[in-house]
């Protein structure tokens, strides 16, 4: 083996022509974070960044099963995103953007 | 003794059994006149009196005494003994009557019978007085005592009786007035004097009891014979000036000599001591003086000894003398005196010198942890007033300087936490033995720790998360898993110190990422415990984000199961290649933020990227993923001449051996082009490659550092016992680099901190001058900062209109609502 090996490397040398890989991946550890995918990183209703819990839900310290707490984005046709809490208590009382003043209707929902 | 008692009382309990009324029995006899009508009190008062001269004359006298008393019931006539065997005969023989007449003429005493009877008594006195024997028994002796009591003669006898004792005690001056006279012999002779005045007064009071008993009783002005005698000794002996001094000043000298260390005559100490108290002078005549004495003798000790010893010696004698002192209040002085006279020795000896001692000596003692010293100097301290607040004072002081120096210095933030941990120990086992768990010092001992770990700001915090950090990673084997425990346990005590507890927070949770991306972390129990530690102590809010950091990495475990199902579903070539790919799903906000670097990946790495972003993006919507290539790392297959091997290296070292494959030649700014991985960090990267322990490449030229026309070749000769081998990235700058960016965002947190504690304030005071709203700051913030910070802060607010300032005085500030 070691030998057929060295015999590669050799011939690689020589016919600069790459037969075999001196290095091969294995194994790849990587680290990527995740966020909201948003424009802007603060909830317009409760100034808190939209990557952590809204006011409401740190001072109850509500927990889903995973210890994660349970407050995720809400994004509207409009595109501006919010606290779901938040916006759902907004709605409410006026059902548009506060940013935007357009209808508002959910486009999608974090999770 | 009882059984003379008990042959004595036998007679008169017979004389009262056979006679039946007591009225008609009249006795020619004078002597025992007085004593029928109540005949039990007079056998018993004779008893009582017997006991008190056996008692109170020393055995040699007895035996004279006794054949005094044998004489008595034999020989005396009184007759007793004949009536009751007549009563006794009388009864059963017949029916006569018998029948007894009272006197016809009332019986007279003889004339001179006063004149007589004292001239006896008179007679016995001097005897005694002059130690010879009595020519008359005893008991004769108390009762003419007792007929003259009865016979009102009383007043007379006392008067008699106190002439007599003074006239003896004024003749006894003279032998104590000689001109010189050694004062050993000078003390002797006035115990003597006083010992023999006490035997002659008991044996007087013993035969002349009848008169204490009946006389002095009865008339509450008059005092009894023995203080009589009492008052006539002081009065004539005593307080004679010379022979007061005298025996005052033979005494001290006495106690000084035996304070220096000779043995003296404590018996004689005890006696005359004895005899002042009784004379009731010891106070005004010894007291007084022995304290001067006292005072005198121990300030000038005092203060050589504090010249002379090192402090251990020196509490050590202080106590030896407090002992001795002790002992003396044992053995001869008066207990009276006990409190003044060991507080003149705690004055003079310890309330002195406590703060020259303390100076002197107190950090030498903390220093050597001398323990039973320790424990002497607080027992010590604990006697004087204001002793152990000063002994707080200065134990509080020496930590604070002692742990300044441990705090202080940047050449020792090595061993810091370590010497701390040892420092804190070894001041607490000082408290809990030596000063007896007293609170005051143990909360004294609290606040030193947290003054002088503060002096020192961020450096302590950051070093304790680093500690903590090596002893949570894996691979320190050094301990058990209670150790840990308890070593987690004394940290957290420093910690509770530290105010600027976000830096902990900061650099704490750098290291907690490291240690659970890179999967270093020795125990996940351990880990818990820590966190649930910080968690006591700070609060679910402190610890939120790290609990985040936890979940994040189950949640991770999931995900990657998920993934490799969904990996093996796909129908392309990705799932034939062999790549195992395991990401870390980390949510922003709860890791420490990186550098983003952007880099570029081979095509199959990319492709693995793509794959796996439209897998997760697919289960989560409205998320976005930012890759983290400093943070990746992965194994390598590598073929070398020598045999192929298995390479640990960081995403960064894989890229740039990857480039290798298609050429074994390259230049550093060809590296850098293909990888795109920023100058630095590829510098590095090279460095750890071809100038580390494990040289897989070859730098030309040969060298440490990586240069800019530098050259690469692949090392197709390496070797290694190894099959797996970590080829270490070059952290030491980046270290110092990490640390400064962590630092700065400790700070940039502090500054939202600094901003909503004066909101709060202003909101509250609607108006505050500049200075008390700085004081209100620090009383609200946890964290050390400058007042320049503060500043920067109230522009920064004014700027934003939360405040403004007042018009009419610039040092004001109004809140704007």
Known sequence: MAESVQDNVERGDGDNVKTENFFTLKKWNAVAMWSWDVECDTCAICRVQVMDACLRCQAESKKDFYGKQDCVVVWGECNHSFHYCCMSLWVKQNNRCPLCQQEWSIQRMGK | ?817
Not at chain 2, 208 to 228: E, G
Not at chain 2, 364 to 375: I, V
Request: glycine letters at 4%.
């Open chain 2, 1 to 817: 003794m009882s059984r003379i008692g008990r042959t004595q009382l036998l007679p008169t309990a017979q004389v009262k059994r056979s006679v039946p009324t007591d009225s008609v029995v009249n006795f020619n006899h004078s002597a025992k006149r007085a004593r029928h009508p109540n005949g039990t009190t007079g056998s018993s008062a004779t008893a009582g009196q017997l006991e008190e001269i056996e008692n109170m004359t020393d055995s040699a006298a007895n035996t004279q005494k006794r054949a005094n008393f044998s004489a008595l019931t034999v020989a005396s006539p009184n007759g007793v003994n004949k009536i009751s065997a007549n009563a006794t005969n009388a009864k059963p023989g017949s029916a006569k009557k018998l029948i007894i007449k009272n006197f016809k003429n009332k019986p007279k005493l003889p004339d001179n019978y006063q004149e007589r009877t004292w001239e006896k008594l008179r007679e016995a006195v001097v005897a005694i007085q002059t130690s010879k024997s009595i020519r008359y028994s005893l008991e004769e002796l108390y009762q003419a005592v007792e007929n003259m009591c009865n016979h009102k003669m009383a007043s007379t006898l006392y008067a008699n009786l106190t002439e007599l004792t003074e006239s003896h005690v004024k003749a006894n001056i003279e032998q104590f007035l000689a001109e010189s006279m050694d004062r050993h012999i000078f003390l002797k002779k006035m115990n003597e004097c006083w010992q023999s005045h006490c035997r002659q007064m008991i044996m007087i009071r013993s035969i002349f009891l009848y008169l204490d008993r009946t006389y002095v009783l009865q008339n509450p002005s008059i005092s009894s014979i023995w203080d009589m005698g009492l008052h006539l000794f002081r009065l004539h002996i005593v307080l004679n000036n010379l022979v007061q001094t005298r025996s005052v000043e033979g005494l001290l000298m006495l106690i000084e000599k035996e304070r220096q260390g000779d043995t003296v005559d404590r018996t004689l100490l005890k006696s005359l001591l004895r005899m002042l108290s009784d004379l009731q002078i010891y106070q005004e005549a010894f007291e007084a003086k022995f304290l001067v004495a006292t005072e005198r003798l121990y300030a000038a000790e005092g203060q050589r000894l504090m010249n002379e010893h090192d402090v251990p010696e020196y509490l050590a004698h202080v106590d030896k003398r407090l002992q001795e002192e002790n002992e003396r209040l044992l053995h001869y002085l008066d207990t009276s005196t006990k409190w003044s006279l060991i507080h003149t020795v705690e004055k003079q000896l310890l309330s002195e010198h406590i703060t020259s001692l303390l100076q002197k000596g107190l950090s030498g003692l903390l220093d050597e942890n001398r323990t039973s010293d320790l424990s002497l100097l607080y027992n010590l301290y604990s006697r004087v007033k204001n002793g152990l607040i000063e002994l707080c004072l200065n134990f509080n002081s020496y930590i604070k300087k002692k742990g300044r120096t441990i705090v202080i210095d940047p050449e020792k933030d090595k061993t810091m936490v370590q010497e701390l941990l040892d420092f804190k120990d070894k001041m607490d086992n000082i408290v809990n033995t030596c000063f007896h768990r007293n609170e005051k010092f143990g909360n004294s001992l609290k606040e030193a720790f947290e003054a002088f770990i503060n002096q020192r700001a961020n450096k302590p915090a950051e070093l304790i998360a680093k500690f903590v950090d090596c002893k949570l990673r894996a691979g320190n084997k050094e301990a058990t898993e209670e150790e840990l425990e308890r070593l987690l346990d004394k940290i957290m005590v420093l910690f509770r110190f530290i105010h600027g507890k976000d830096v902990f927070e900061a650099f704490y949770k750098k290291d907690l990422a490291k240690r659970l991306l890179v999967g270093k972390s020795a125990s996940v129990d351990a880990e818990k415990s820590m966190l649930s530690k910080l968690k006591q102590e700070c609060g679910g809010g402190f610890t939120s984000k790290l609990e985040g950091m936890f979940k994040d990495m189950e949640l991770s475990k999931d995900i990657n199961i998920a993934f490799k199902q969904y990996a093996g579903n796909l129908q392309n070539e990705f799932s034939a290649s062999n790549l195992d790919l395991t990401v870390s799903i980390l949510t922003m906000g709860y890791w420490p933020t990186y550098p983003v670097l952007e880099v570029t990946l081979p095509a199959e790495m990319v492709q693995y990227q793509d794959v796996f972003n439209k897998f997760y993006l697919g289960k989560h919507s409205g998320r976005k993923l930012q890759w983290q290539p400093t943070l990746g790392h992965c194994v390598l297959k590598a073929w070398f001449n020598q045999g192929n091997k298995e390479l640990q290296v960081s995403l960064f070292q894989a890229l740039v051996l990857i480039l290798f494959n298609d050429t074994d030649n390259l230049s550093l700014e060809d590296i850098k082009a293909a990888t795109n991985i920023e100058d630095g960090e590829l510098r590095r990267t090279l460095q750890s490659l071809a100038c580390g322990k494990a040289r897989v490449l070859q730098k030309n030229p040969r060298g440490r550092d990586v240069a800019d026309n530098d050259r690469f070749v692949f090392n197709a000769e390496f070797t290694n016992k190894l099959f797996r081998i970590k080829i270490n990235q070059i952290q030491m700058k980046e270290t110092n680099e990490e640390q400064k960016a962590t630092e700065e965002r400790v700070y940039q947190d502090r500054q939202y901190q600094i901003d909503a504690a004066i909101v709060r304030i202003m909101k509250m005071r609607k108006t505050l001058t500049h200075n008390l709203l700085i004081s209100e700051l620090y009383n609200q913030l946890k964290f050390p900062v400058k007042p320049a910070d503060l500043k920067k802060r109230i522009e920064s607010l004014i700027d934003r209109d939360y405040m403004e300032r007042d018009k009419d005085n610039a040092n004001q500030y109004n809140y704007v609502a």
